[in-house]
């Protein structure tokens, strides 16, 4: 009798899933794939799209003082020498003299602890064998000209900030902005992390969604505590279990270079608890490095009270990535269904990739014509999804595993009454309703 294998943990079963249905899977695969770096599937893709459109709507078009921008991905070199990037944007490297992998030092070493009295390598087993910390620099080089040995040195930005810092004088000119005003942005930076992992967590390549609120000095902790309840009520917007959510500040000596205060909203994802988002109080340290650097005036002119001064800025930074990730994690439910396992996606119909399945009980006696027409009427409102292919139990299972939360079934008394059968995703629920209400009915839960 051969060995128990060993049952697979919660992560392993959300990333199976993942590729199983479309939804994430390795980049690069048929090569090997490359370390950390992933591909959105069909799936993936509109559940992405959903969690961004959703942040961009509670950001944009539900605050006046709130306006969009899209900045470069490459900026001037000098931008990240004025924003302290060159010099902080480090993490402690140390490796292991044995098997030569490379580790955040951080992950390994206990805080206070000499290196030769670390604890063992997590590849290879081996203890006290690490080399003293260095510290590496995080920010992708590449070179801007034709030829690499005369051409400029220039980086892959590591935030989406420092676009907004640049142009915030433009966007408030051309916005008609006043103080307290924000400039939001969705897209993607870069971190050559030494120790990526857990999926979609942490990779080297992924999409921040970010909000730069500036404020009068001095108001800073006013709109702090404000945007701590606006991201906090938006995460349950989104149906995520308020228990598995939590605060947690930064202590002062922990402080990144540019924050004068910083609160993580942290999830607890089956690797344990970790940062979702963060606000930050990065007082006028930005604007004033980068007037200095440049030598271009940063300030704001206050006409009603004649004063002129540099806005403070409150930071809400969220991973578009880790977003998802969360969601996942905390929509993956496993529920016994006939003496079988049945593995389903508890997603808030908001964020699921397809709003709902077209099913005919069989191909044949023109059900099948009558799901494509009803599948045709639709589809244009909603992502939607028509499968006439297997049984129809398996076809509830794949739907189920996608998060599907509606499926409207046709089955031979549709072809007398005109009714058709609505199965709720979580519940098993099933009701009838009239065929020409499947539009009225998704209206009203979508």
């Known amino acids: 009798m051969g060995k128990n294998k060993k049952a697979p943990d919660a992560m392993s079963k959300i990333v199976a899933l993942c590729k199983r249905r479309g939804i994430v899977f390795p980049s690069s695969e048929i090569y090997g794939g490359v370390g950390s770096t992933y591909d959105y599937g069909p799936y993936g893709v509109e559940m992405k799209n959903n969690i961004s459109r959703l942040w961009w709507q509670n950001m944009t078009l539900s605050h006046d003082s709130i306006v969009g921008l899209d900045s470069a991905v490459i900026l001037h070199p000098n931008v990240w020498e004025a924003s302290g990037h060159l010099k902080n944007f480090t993490d402690p490297l140390i490796d292991c003299k044995q098997c030569k992998a490379r580790f955040k030092a951080d992950d390994i070493l206990v805080e206070g602890q000499e290196t030769t009295k ?5 590849r290879c087993g081996t203890k006290d064998s690490f080399t003293d910390v260095r510290h590496f620099n995080m920010m992708f080089k590449t ?5 690499e040995d005369e051409a400029a040195i ?6 989406t900030a420092q676009g907004i810092y640049l142009d915030y004088k433009l966007t408030q000119d051309t916005a008609r902005l006043k103080l307290p005003f924000g400039i939001a942005q969705i897209g993607k930076a870069f971190r050559n992390e030494i120790t990526p992992g857990n999926f979609i967590f942490r990779t080297r390549e992924f999409e921040q969604m970010e909000m730069q609120y500036f404020v009068r000095p001095g108001e800073t902790s006013k709109w702090l505590e404000y945007w701590r309840e606006e991201r906090w009520n938006w995460l349950l917007s989104l149906g995520v279990r308020e228990e598995k959510l939590r605060w947690l500040q930064h202590p002062e000596d922990k402080l990144a270079h540019y924050a004068q205060e910083a609160w993580d909203i942290e999830y607890e994802f089956p690797f344990g608890w970790h940062e979702l988002e963060g606000l930050h109080d990065r007082g006028d340290f930005d604007l004033t490095c980068h007037q200095e650097a440049s030598g271009k005036d940063m300030t704001y002119f206050d006409a009603q009270a004649k ?3 540099i806005p403070h800025i409150v930071e809400a930074s969220a991973g578009l990535n880790r977003a998802m990730l969360m969601l996942l994690c905390d929509a993956y439910r496993e529920d016994e269904q006939e003496k079988e396992t049945r593995v389903y996606l508890s997603l808030d119909p908001k964020i699921a990739p397809v709003k709902a399945a077209i099913l005919p009980l069989v191909k044949k006696d023109g059900l099948a014509d009558l799901a494509k027409e009803i599948y045709n009427n639709l589809r244009g409102r909603w992502p939607l999804f028509l499968d006439i292919q297997g049984s ?4 509830y299972r794949r739907m189920d595993e996608l998060g599907t939360p509606f499926a409207f079934t046709l089955d031979y008394q549709t072809l007398e009454d005109g009714t058709v059968t609505v199965r709720w995703r979580d519940t098993l629920q099933q009701e009838r309703i009239s065929k020409d209400k499947i539009g009225e009915f998704l209206a009203d839960k979508l």
């Open 154 to 159: 220039g980086y892959f930005r590591p935030e």
């Open 118 to 122: 670390s604890p063992q390598c997590p």
């Open 143 to 147: 070179n801007m000209g034709p030829v």
């Open 307 to 309: 004063e002129r001064f």
């Open 392 to 395: 129809i139990g398996r076809r």
